[in-house]
């Protein structure tokens, strides 16, 4: 690695909108990405995310992503369900990120090194005045920004043959016994993404989310096969805020982005759009090769979490209804549709 150049660790999302949106603002720099994986690759993820967003990416960038619509978000229990008219776009990560890849090298912008798995301490005389530490949720991060990811939460899921064509609806099934949910997620290329999250250690997911199948099949007549060989992947769920940042080791500044900074969304685990704008927030506090203005990433990531992602109704509300029965039993049992659909009416 040159010195005196920025090193971004981690190429998928936050990386990645961390380079394009350097590579916009077009003030010289030398900028690099690590990617541990031999190319694209399927990050689990439900890879569901709003749609002004994925019309940005087309849009803006010409991305050609396959984007499956959902037309209406499902929000349900054993007790009661409300259809709200939130419209959501799924897609595959592998495609996405193989099409900012190709973004980034058609127009010859910032040199990826793939097959490059960086190790924070081995790697340590390689790193440059500035690193973005964009390594999702592991060991890196960790080590990085000397963080302690909080409250981890557990999910399963799998991606599979989507038996329901023509149900076009995004379904989130409460389950605050376990404070968590299952879910599915209509994806493109006729499958699903389906599984269960909480909150909680030693659950048996398995059993709640067979409880899950037999109501989506009496519900809504979907039949999903019950041995699914489920993948495990932990995720940090309930952030309000980011914790640490950034750290200075050695006089060379570490600067997360995206998972690595615990950006996912506190109701949905939704992450994908987090990490892009931490990406292009980051880019915009950085004003040389070698300066950062910390406090004005720190300040604007801060403003665009209340502004766009915290402050959305839906989405306090779903966190609040799986983490407490009491409003739960509140909200599914007591109120009457027509009422919760007022209430949860703004995104
Ligand atoms: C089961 C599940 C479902 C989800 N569903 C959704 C959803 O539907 N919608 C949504 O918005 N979010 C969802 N999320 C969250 C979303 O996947 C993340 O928030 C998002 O991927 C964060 O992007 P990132 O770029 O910060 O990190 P990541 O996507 O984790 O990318 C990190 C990259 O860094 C690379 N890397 C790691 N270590 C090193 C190293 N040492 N050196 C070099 N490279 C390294 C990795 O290979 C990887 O490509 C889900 C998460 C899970 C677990």
Redesign the pocket.
């Known amino acids: 690695m040159e010195n005196n150049s920025i090193t971004i660790?981690?190429?998928?999302?936050?990386?990645?909108s961390t380079a394009i949106n350097l590579a916009e603002r077009e003030i010289p720099l030398n900028c690099q990405i690590?990617?541990?994986?031999s190319g694209p690759?399927d990050?689990?993820?439900?890879?569901?995310?709003g749609i002004g967003w994925g019309d940005m990416l087309k849009t803006k960038y010409n991305l050609k992503i396959p984007l499956k619509f959902s037309k209406t978000l499902i929000l349900a229990s054993k007790f009661n369900r409300i259809e709200l008219p939130v419209p959501l776009y799924?897609t595959s990560?592998k495609i996405l990120?193989r099409e900012l890849f190709n973004y980034i090298t058609d127009k010859d912008l910032i040199k990826i090194h793939l097959n490059?798995?960086?190790?924070?301490k081995k790697n340590f005389q390689k790193f440059t005045d500035i690193n973005v530490v964009?390594?999702?949720?592991?060991g890196?991060s960790r080590q990085a920004l000397n963080k302690r990811f909080r409250e981890l939460g557990t999910?399963k899921?799998k991606i599979v043959e989507n038996p329901a064509e023509s149900f076009t609806s995004t379904i989130f099934y409460m389950i605050p016994e376990i404070k968590g949910y299952a879910w599915f997620?209509p994806s493109p290329n006729g499958k699903i993404?389906i599984?269960i999250?909480s909150l909680l250690n030693s659950i048996d997911l398995d059993k709640e989310f067979h409880k899950f199948l037999i109501w989506l099949k009496k519900v809504y007549g979907i039949i999903i096969k019950r041995d699914l060989n489920l993948i495990t992947?932990?995720?940090p769920i309930p952030i309000s805020k980011p914790g640490k940042i950034f750290r200075i080791v050695n006089k060379k500044m570490f600067v997360g982005?995206?998972?690595?900074i615990e950006?996912?969304?506190p109701a949905?685990?939704?992450?994908?759009?987090?990490?892009w704008y931490s990406g292009e927030i980051l880019s915009s506090a950085i004003q040389s090769q070698s300066k950062i203005d910390i406090k004005k990433y720190h300040s604007d990531l801060l403003k665009f979490l209340v502004e766009n992602n915290y402050s959305s109704n839906v989405q306090q509300i779903i966190a609040s209804i799986t983490r407490n029965p009491q409003i739960f039993h509140l909200i599914f049992t007591l109120l009457p549709n027509y009422f919760i659909k007022h209430l949860l009416k703004t995104q």
Do not use: H
Request: include cysteine; charged fraction near 15%; charge should be negative.
């Open positions: 660790i981690g190429g998928n999302i936050a990386g990645l690590y990617e541990a994986m690759w990050k689990p993820c439900g890879g569901g995310f799924t990560r990120q490059s798995r960086l190790n924070f964009a390594t999702g949720i592991n890196f999910f899921y997620f993404d599984g999250g992947w932990g995720i982005v995206g998972d690595a950006l996912a969304d949905t685990a939704a992450g994908i759009e987090p990490a």
